[in-house]
């Protein structure tokens, strides 16, 4: 019995001829709609944080990643992800000139020891 999503989508008779078996189930993200973490670490205003500022939805919170990376990961293995996409926030890696890569370096380093790409 399949223990993935993407296990039980690669062994299912019906799609043997439409996915082969080096297909990587991938998941993605983009930064603003998922970070929050608005101010943590000495992030920058950006475009979106002046775009949306004073409307009711913002990325101030989004999914709460930056706080809630280690869930992320595991609901990543959960559902069986080969690869990962993300998109970065430039005002979290250079908000005045100085670097702030922790939350993208946890995330990442995490992935890597788990051999994903």
Known sequence: ??????????????????????????????????EGGFEADGKGVGIWDEYMRGKEDTGEIAC??????????KLLKEYGCDSYRFSIAWPRIIPNGTSSCFYYNNGADDQEQRGKR
């Open 64 to 73: 709460d990643s930056y706080n809630l990376w280690r869930e992320d990961v």
């Open 1 to 34: 019995m399949p223990s993935t999503h993407a296990e039980s989508i690669l062994s299912d008779p019906s799609l043997k001829s439409i996915l082969p078996p080096s297909f990587l189930f991938a998941c993605s993200s983009a930064s603003y709609q998922i």
